[in-house]
């Protein structure tokens, strides 16, 4: 079965001592009950409640035992964001480019319009 997938917002809301979720390299953990359990103390995890804590997890340097305890707390992954995002410099050109295009083509279909009239008048 295909594991539940959580957005960021939803994890966001996840960020109180008693529901407590954490996200670790893209999964998502209920930590609510490791809670006062966690040698690192409480306020260690309070403090990343409800979002990414990839970094802080990793710059304390937990042993393997802790990143086996993680599996216990997973509660599924974090939804990723399929939607494509453009830099601005690029979607600028991109605009920019359209437009000129459609300008020029729209002068080049009148200018075909008026010289195909003028030929049909003189014939
Ligand atoms: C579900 C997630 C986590 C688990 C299962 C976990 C587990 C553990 C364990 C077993 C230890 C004892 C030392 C070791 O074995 O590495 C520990 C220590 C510690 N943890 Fe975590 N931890 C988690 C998340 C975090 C996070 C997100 C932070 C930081 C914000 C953090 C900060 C610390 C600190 C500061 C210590 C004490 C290190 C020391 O005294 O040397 N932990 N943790």
Known sequence: MAAKTYTLE???QHNKPEDLWIIIE?????????R???PGG???LDEVGGR?????FQDVGHSQEAK?????????DLEVDKTVKLPVSVRFCTYWCFLFIRIH????IIATTITTNNNTNIG
């Open 52 to 56: 990414d804590a990839t970094r802080d």
């Open 68 to 76: 086996q305890m993680l599996k216990k707390y997973y509660i599924g």
């Open 36 to 38: 006062n359990e966690h």
């Open 10 to 12: 939803v994890v966001k």
């Open 26 to 34: 893209g999964k998502v953990y209920d930590v609510t009950k490791f």
């Open 42 to 44: 409480e306020e260690a």
């Open 105 to 108: 083509f729209t002068n080049a």
